[in-house]
C-alpha cells in the first residue's frame, strides 16, 4: 500500500530511496578510496620535497607549477616521453593488428595444430614474465638489440601477444558464422572479411585489449630497466626512477613525473572506453 | 535467370566421415521456386550450402545453366542468399547493408544508389536506410536482408529457412512478401525449411529429403496426396498420416487386422495378388477419417476400431487419439461437435479411395492404378465430413 501511495503521488516509495541511498554510500567510499590516493599524487606534484617532508598532507600553496617544466625540460621527460610514446603505441598497434589477426584465424579455420597453437599461447599466459628474462637479455645481446627502443618494443609484443591472442579468440569465435557467409556471398575475401566485418565487429573486445595493453605497456619497468641503460633511450617509469638515490629522494618530483606519465593512460582509457561502450550497445544481430 | 542441377551431389565430412547428403539428384527449373523440405539433420541446409558455394562438393557435379560450378568461388557463381539469422553487419547502416555486396563488384555509385533505393520502396524500407540492424525489428530485418539479396539481382536466390526466428503473424507476412517477389522477379529460388505449412504454400515443388536423400520431389499436392513412401506421408500432414499394419488378401480385396477392415479399390488385381496373405502398412489421412457411416455416401469404405486416449477440441474441429488393440495410435480429425468420453470404444470410417497402401519392410507406397494429376483431384474433391 505504502509503494503505492507513493507511486500515486510521483515519489519513489521509501524501500527504494533506502537502497539507492545505500548505494550512493557505498559508490562514494569506493570513489574516494580509488580517487584519494591520486589526488595526493596531485597535490604533491606542486609541491617541493621539502614542503612534502614537512606536512605530507597540506594543501598545495604555493602551487609549484614550475616543477612540470623542471621535469619536461631539464630532467630530459619529455624524451622519455617520447621514448615511451615510441615503444607503447607502436608495440600496442603491432600487438592489435598481429594478435586480431591470429586470434581470428584460430576462432574461423579448422586446420591442424589449431588448438595445439592455442594451447601454447594460452600456457604462456600462465607462466610469470619474469622467467623469460635473461634468455630474452641473452637473445638481444645476440641480435644486438639490446639497449635499443625497437628490441624493447619486439619484447613488449612477445610479452603481451599471447594474453591478446586470447582475449580476441573468445569473443571472435562468438562472431556468428552467418556473418562470414554473407560476407563471402556478397563477393569479399578472406582479407576482406578481416578488414570489413571481423574488425568493426570485434572492435569491443579490440578496445579492451588496447587499453590493457596500453596501460600494461605505459607502466611497464622490469624489463625496461633491465634491457635498457643508455640514458637518452629511457622510458617514462625509468625515468622517474632517476629521481630516486640511495640517500634522498626527490618525492616532490617523483610525483611530478609520475603525473606526466598518468595523463596518456587517461586519455587512451577516456577515448577508447567510449567506443567499448559504444560497441558494446551496438546490439545483437538476432 | 538460370537452371540449377544436382547431378549425384554427394557431401562427406573428412577423409572417411559420415556421409550426410548423398546422391541427391535435383534438377530446379528456370523461374521454379523449389522447397527442399524435410527434418532436422536431413542435410537440406547442407545442400543449399553446396549451391551457394560455402561447402565444398565431395562427389557429383553441380551446374548451373550448364556451368559445373564445383570448384567455383561463391562469390563467383552469381547467387544471393538469405539466412536464417538474417547475418545483416551490425555495425553498417540499412543502406551501407544493401549495398555491400554492389561495391565488391565495381558498380557505379549512381547505380549502387538507384538499386538500394528501388529495392527499398519496394520493401518498405525507405525510412529505415540510416538506422543500424540493432534498431530494428525481426520482421524489418528480415526484409533488409532479403531486400540485400534482391539488390545483387542475382541469377539464383537462395533461402536457408528465414521465417524460423520471426513470430506466428510476422511469418505469414513475410511468407507473402517472398512470395510476390518471386512472381515479381521470375528468378530462380531455392528454400530451405522444416515447415511444411511454408513448403506446401511457396513451393512450385518440393523435394523431401530424409537421412541426407530425396525421399520424394513434386508438386506439393502431388506430394502431400501421392506420398512416395511412408517417409514423406508421415512428414507432410499434420496431424501426420495413419499408418497401421494388416493382412492382405487378394480373393477378397481387403486389407485387415483386429482392428480394421479396408477394401482396396484402387489397385490392380495383379499387384494384390503379389502381395497375398503379407503384411502391409494402410495408410489412412486424418481427415479422411469419419465418425459417422453416412459420411461415405454409400461408397465401399473401411473401418477402424479403437479406445479414445484424448480428445482435442480445436475450435474449429476436433481431434480424436485412438489407441488400437494390436498396438499403435490413429487420429482422426472430425467436426467440432464430436465428443467422446476418455477409454470408450469408437468406431471410424473412411472412403476406399481415401486409403494408401505401403511395403512394411521398404516402406515404399504400392502403387495404385489411378496416378498423377486424376489420382490429385479426386483426393481434392474427396468428402468425409
Given amino acids: 500500500m505504502a509503494a503505492f501511495l507513493a507511486a500515486a503521488s510521483g515519489r519513489a516509495p521509501l524501500p527504494r530511496l533506502f537502497s539507492r541511498g545505500i548505494l550512493a554510500l557505498v559508490l562514494g567510499v569506493y570513489t574516494i578510496y580509488q580517487l584519494g590516493p591520486f589526488l595526493w599524487l596531485a597535490t604533491m606534484s606542486v609541491r617541493t620535497t621539502a614542503e612534502i617532508s614537512a606536512d605530507p598532507y597540506a594543501w598545495p600553496s604555493p602551487m609549484h607549477l614550475d616543477q612540470f617544466r623542471t621535469a619536461w625540460v631539464d630532467s630530459d621527460f ?114 576482406e572479411i578481416f578488414w570489413r566485418i571481423v574488425l568493426p565487429v570485434g572492435m569491443p573486445a579490440i578496445a579492451t585489449t588496447l587499453i590493457l595493453n596500453f596501460i600494461q605497456l605505459w607502466n611497464e619497468f622490469l624489463f625496461a630497466v633491465v634491457l635498457i641503460t643508455d640514458p637518452d633511450k629511457r622510458t617514462l617509469p625509468i625515468g622517474i626512477r632517476a629521481f630516486m638515490g640511495d640517500h634522498f629522494q626527490d618525492i616532490g618530483m617523483i610525483a611530478t613525473g609520475v603525473m606526466i606519465s598518468v595523463i596518456p593512460v587517461i586519455v587512451v582509457y577516456v577515448f577508447f572506453s567510449e567506443k567499448l561502450i559504444r560497441g558494446m550497445t551496438a546490439g545483437a544481430i538476432k | 535467370m538460370a537452371v540449377v542441377k544436382l547431378d549425384k551431389i554427394v557431401k562427406r565430412y573428412g577423409g572417411g566421415g559420415p556421409v550426410v547428403v548423398e546422391d541427391v539428384d535435383l534438377t530446379i527449373d528456370d523461374g521454379e521456386f523449389m522447397v527442399l523440405l524435410g527434418p532436422s539433420g536431413c542435410g537440406k541446409s547442407t545442400t543449399l550450402r553446396m549451391i551457394a558455394g560455402l561447402e565444398s562438393i565431395s562427389g557429383g557435379t553441380l551446374s548451373i545453366d550448364g556451368r559445373v560450378v564445383n570448384d567455383v568461388p561463391a562469390k563467383d557463381r552469381d547467387i544471393a542468399m538469405v539466412f536464417q539469422s538474417y547475418a545483416l553487419y551490425p555495425h553498417m547502416s540499412v543502406a551501407d547493408n544493401l549495398a555491400f555486396g554492389l561495391r565488391r563488384r565495381s558498380i557505379p555509385g549512381g547505380e549502387i544508389e538507384r538499386r538500394v533505393k528501388e529495392v527499398a520502396a519496394i520493401l518498405g524500407l525507405a525510412p529505415l536506410l540510416a538506422r543500424k540492424p540493432s534498431a530494428l525489428s525481426g520482421g524489418q530485418r528480415q526484409r533488409v536482408a532479403l531486400g540485400r539479396a534482391m539488390v545483387r539481382e542475382p541469377q539464383v536466390f537462395l533461402f536457408d529457412e528465414p521465417l524460423s526466428n520471426l513470430d506466428a503473424a510476422l511469418r505469414v507476412n513475410t511468407r507473402s512478401e517472398i512470395i510476390k517477389q518471386h512472381h515479381r522477379l521470375g528468378s530462380t529460388m531455392i528454400y530451405v525449411t522444416h515447415d511444411q505449412v511454408e513448403a506446401m504454400t511457396m513451393g512450385t515443388r518440393i523435394c523431401v529429403m530424409n537421412a541426407g536423400k530425396v525421399a520424394q520431389i513434386g508438386a506439393p499436392l502431388d506430394v502431400y496426396w501421392q506420398p512416395a513412401n511412408t517417409f514423406v506421408a508421415r512428414f507432410l500432414g499434420s496431424p501426420p498420416m495413419n499408418l497401421m499394419d494388416a493382412t492382405l488378401t487378394a480373393a477378397t480385396r481387403r486389407a485387415s487386422s483386429p482392428a480394421l477392415d479396408a477394401p482396396l479399390a484402387r489397385w ?7 502381395r497375398d496373405g503379407r503384411k502391409v502398412t494402410l495408410g489412412v489421412r486424418a481427415e479422411d477419417m469419419a465418425i459417422d457411416p453416412a459420411a461415405l455416401d454409400g461408397a465401399p469404405g473401411g473401418r477402424v476400431t479403437g479406445r479414445t486416449i484424448a480428445v482435442e477440441p480445436l475450435g474449429a474441429e476436433t481431434l480424436l487419439l485412438l489407441e488400437l488393440p494390436g498396438g499403435g495410435e490413429i487420429t482422426a480429425r472430425l467436426p467440432r461437435h464430436v465428443t467422446a468420453a476418455p477409454d470408450q470404444e469408437v468406431e471410424l470410417f473412411f472412403r476406399a479411395d481415401a486409403a494408401y497402401l505401403f511395403d512394411v519392410e521398404t516402406g515404399d507406397a504400392i502403387a495404385p492404378l489411378e496416378t498423377g494429376a486424376a489420382a490429385v483431384r479426386a483426393a481434392v474433391q474427396r468428402r468425409t465430413h
Fill in chain 2, 268 to 274: 490392380s488385381d495383379g499387384v494384390l495378388q503379389a
Fill in chain 1, 78 to 191: 619529455a624524451t622519455y616521453f617520447w621514448n615511451s610514446t615510441m615503444v607503447v603505441v607502436g608495440a600496442v598497434a603491432v600487438l592489435t593488428f598481429i594478435g586480431a589477426a591470429a586470434a581470428h584465424a584460430l576462432a574461423r579455420y579448422r586446420f591442424r595444430g589449431n588448438r595445439l597453437i592455442y594451447g601454447i599461447l594460452f600456457s604462456s599466459i600462465i607462466f610469470p614474465p619474469q622467467i623469460t628474462l635473461i634468455s630474452l637479455y641473452q637473445i638481444l645481446v645476440d641480435y644486438n638489440l639490446y639497449n635499443s627502443l625497437f628490441g624493447l618494443a619486439l619484447v613488449y609484443i612477445s610479452l603481451q601477444l599471447p594474453l591478446t591472442v586470447y582475449l580476441l579468440e573468445g569473443f571472435f569465435a562468438r562472431i556468428p558464422q552467418d556473418l562470414f557467409d554473407a560476407a563471402k556471398m556478397d563477393g569479399y575475401g578472406d582479407l
